[in-house]
């Protein structure tokens, strides 16, 4: 993948946003009123929970991943 600043060179009339403080950042807008009653009751998938440990060094990951 190339880097911002080649792409700078090759398309001069890109703008690319500045690193923005927490402060400077839009607020965010509640779209959750666009969901159905089935999307909001959904639950976070407890294997996500597990993403934590692929990162203990030594861990062996039996299941395929990275």
Known sequence: ???KSSIRAAYPCLR???TM???DRPKSIDL???LSNVAKAR???PLKGL?????VPGMIPLA???
């Open 1 to 3: 993948m190339a880097d």
């Open 16 to 18: 690319f946003p500045t």
């Open 21 to 23: 403080s927490i402060v």
């Open 32 to 34: 959750s009123h666009h």
């Open 43 to 45: 639950l976070p998938s």
């Open 51 to 55: 993403l934590k440990y692929t990162t």
């Open 64 to 66: 395929g991943g990275s």
